[in-house]
């Protein structure tokens, strides 16, 4: 599950180093994503994961191990 969800934020955001991205890492502190980028990164793990992620899930998320708990738990 992390290794897709870390596949699907890299090419959002076009990272080349998937090493950069772990279950700590912010989108927006340590992945340097904007508010764009991460509306984008959610709508792309929708489609992969057949799920819906209410907005205000996704303002909660802190780092990209909220977004695999959520996504474990919501499937």
């Known amino acids: 599950m992390f ?8 090419e959002q955001l076009g990272l080349d180093d998937m090493d950069d ?3 700590d890492s912010s ?27 209410p907005d205000e899930e996704a303002e909660n998320f802190k780092c990209i191990g909220d977004i695999c ?3 474990e738990e919501n499937k």
Not at 44 to 52: G, K, R, S, V, Y
């Open 21 to 23: 991205i772990t279950m």
């Open 27 to 53: 989108l927006i502190d340590d992945l340097e994503a904007d508010s764009l980028d991460a509306v984008e990164i959610i709508m792309a793990l929708e489609d992969e994961f057949d799920i819906e992620i």
């Open 69 to 71: 708990k959520y996504i």
């Open 3 to 10: 290794e897709k969800i870390k596949e699907i934020i890299a």
